[in-house]
């Protein structure tokens, strides 16, 4: 290989583009493989504060209810009280307190077997007497857990060493504590509290202890303390009464919790503090019963405080003092056992009553703190006893019991009751215990106080950060500005406390700050969402004064329209500015008819309604629903006789509708020529239209009737119908009639127009009649009626219309008074004016009477006649009038019927009396 490879060039570099890979070994799932960065946890000392560290339970800070057992030793020689009872509980000889009266039955009890079985320091069994085992049951009870059991044969000092000696040495630091003696009668509550000059009990061992403790530390002078002995008891049965066993008074009385009258004996050594004790135990009621030669009667309390109270004469076990209670409890008695009667009886009552409101109470404090839903009943208010101990039944400070028990058999029944009862008492915790007597003022942070400023700024910060989206900002954080300065004092106040303490402190403040703070979140929270409300009520208060603004505009805006509106129909109605020329250079935008007389020399009258009358007539499509029908008729009877009866009316339509009648008639004929060049509605609407045209004229020449029908399903329907009659010279009738129906499906009503014209050879009747009809709004008529008697021809103009009243508000009543003239009264005042005699046979009789209207003259009309009065039929007449007594004309003008001047001069009297 080396002999076939080439040298390897010392100036090349062989570069390896693809080196080889290996394979990377498996990476052994170790855990050091894992090692990565820690995370920091997530900041919750920033947000939340600091929680509550999970302590063992062994934690002196979180220790349950001591509860220790005491078995007394069995009594070789138990001689049980006779069933003799004295008259008076109070020992009448102590020192025979053992002593059975004189004549007492003495019986000797079997204590060959006992039922209790000490296991070991801390637990006990107990057995059932051998005698129930044939009939009841066999089973036997272990019950386990105390705090330490002490057998028969442990000695009074090796029971106050071990449950004593603590509160002793807490009592002397400040703390307060109690002991409690439980138990049956007869097992040896009032041997383990007092004892015996030989043996002494708890309390004069606890006050030796505290002497003689005291002493070596401070060789000054001795330190003094205070105690006080009293006892509650029922007077026969009854009441709880309250004695005070230091003094000779007697009874002192109970408010709440504190006792008043009670003396503060102060005690500077042991020889003066045991003398007090002989003499309370002297003076405590006591009786013989069947289980007990020397039974208490009563609870005896021992309080031993540390300062003098603050009041004369008042024990409080709130004071800010330390305060150590003994209390030697009376024996539950049950009635087959002790055979109690009478006085006895009521007493033995008491004391179970006590007992059990005592039980009730921490039973109570235990399935509270089991669960916290439980209320804590308030059970101490059954007892005076409860009610002075409330403190320790509720927890707040701590205690120890002792159950003292009997160990016979038969004592059996009574230390399984016991131990079933006071066992449970052992899980009783003290989280919330008050270290000292020293309270501070705000209880919720008096833990608080623990904690230095570092601790603090979260939670203080946390607050101030829900607090801003409140309006309340102020006001908390002088709330935090005070619970500050309150911590101060709190913290100088508890300058003595030892580190134990401010630790149990620490760890109540933590358990009450996530409540705390939660309670104050949701406060927060509640505040934000009532000033959200606030906000959004406000904005739909101005929201509905905006609503009510624009009602309010759009009814102006509406009166507005409907008066501009009415403005406009008036200003339309009165304009003039129209001239017929103008009219005649623009056929298109205007309605004419035109009337050829051929036998007169082919004189035609042309007709031009300007465009502005059939606005006047026309009835705006989306402000009012209206159908129209026109009928127009011509009635001639004449010998030259044409008469021309025409009108116009337009309604409904978008645009402009207008129509040219022509009217022809040649010499002896009758020619009618209708020429309808309105157009009458807009595809979009869906109106229909009908317009009739009717000429008749009576003649002995046949009729000539022309009818034009211009059906449109779609857009619209016009029909026009004329006819035309005329008999002979004398009896020419011109029947015009023109029926223009409009209907339309958008429109609502119905209007209807009638013009009717007629003419005879002695009368000249010239008939106009507009009328709308159907209008939902209102209704307007105008009726004119002219008729010359002279020439007997009779012109009569008769237009009805009925029109909207919105649009003719101003059409008042009085003015249709004015416009009347066509009532047989107002016929006669137009006579003087300014109408012409035609000479004979052409002119308008004023003198006769014309025939009573048939409809009203309505303000419409009037206007209608005014405009009529614009298209130059004035000159028309004036002509006429120039041309007095000629009957013709120049070629170049256009020739006149009778007829026609007729009726040209009855529109210029009308055109007069309505300008009157
Ligand atoms: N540990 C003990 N050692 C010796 N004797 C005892 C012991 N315990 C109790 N005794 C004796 O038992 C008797 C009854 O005791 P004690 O009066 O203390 O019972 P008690 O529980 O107080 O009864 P009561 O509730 O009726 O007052 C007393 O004579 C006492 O000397």
Redesign the pocket.
Known sequence: MDSNTSPPCPGTITVRRNPPRRARATPKMTPKSFDLPEISAFPNDGVLPAQTPQKPSTSPENENLKVFL?V??L?SSPIQAPRVRGKSAWPQNPVK??VPPAGAKISKSKTSSTCITVNDSQSVTLSTPVSWHESKRIKSETYGGFSHVFS?D?T?FQVYERMVKPLVDEFLGGKSGMLA?L???????????FG?PR?PGMVPLALRHIFEDAEPHVKQPSRTFYMSIFEICSERGKAEKLFDLLSDGGEISMQQSSVKGLKEVPISNTEQAESLIAQATLRRA?AM?N???????SQCIINICDAPPKCKGVVNPKSNSAVLTII????A?REKRTGNQGARLHESNFINNTLMVFGLCLRSLLEHQKNRKKPLQKHFQSSMLTRYLRDYLEGKKRMSLIL?AKPGEEDFLDTSYLLRQASPYMQIKYNEVEQSNIVPKKRHYQGSSIMDDSKLSPLSENLKRMRLVSEHTEQNDKNIAEERENITEDSSALGKLDANSSVSLKSEFDSQVPSERSHIIMQNFAKVIWNVLKQYNSKLKVAEMEIENLKESIANEKTKYSEIETQLNEFKANCTCCKVDNIKSDPEDCSSVSLVQPHNSEQEVEYSFPEFLLPCMKISEETFHAESSFVARVDQCDEDGLVLSTSCTQLCSENSDRETFSLTKPEHHSASEVDDGSKILSEPSDAQSSSEARLDQSDEQPTLGTSCTQPDANMSDRKISTSLLKAEDHNNALEVEAVRKRSSESFDSQSLSEVRLDLSDEELTLGTSCRQLDCEKSDREISISLSKAEDHNALEIEAVRKIPSELFVSSSSTEDDKLDPLSPKDASSTKTDNLVDPLGKIGVDISRKPPKPKRTLMPSSSMLSRDLSTFDLCDESEKLKGNRGTRKLSAHEPQRSNGSISLLHLLHVRKNNLHR
């Open positions: 005491r007394r030793p009594s307190k053992n028969s442990s009074q003696a138990g049956p009668s007869g097992s040896g509550k009032t041997h383990t509290v015996t043996d006591t019963t289980t007990n030669s020397q039974s208490s009667r030697d409890l009376a024996g008695e003292t």
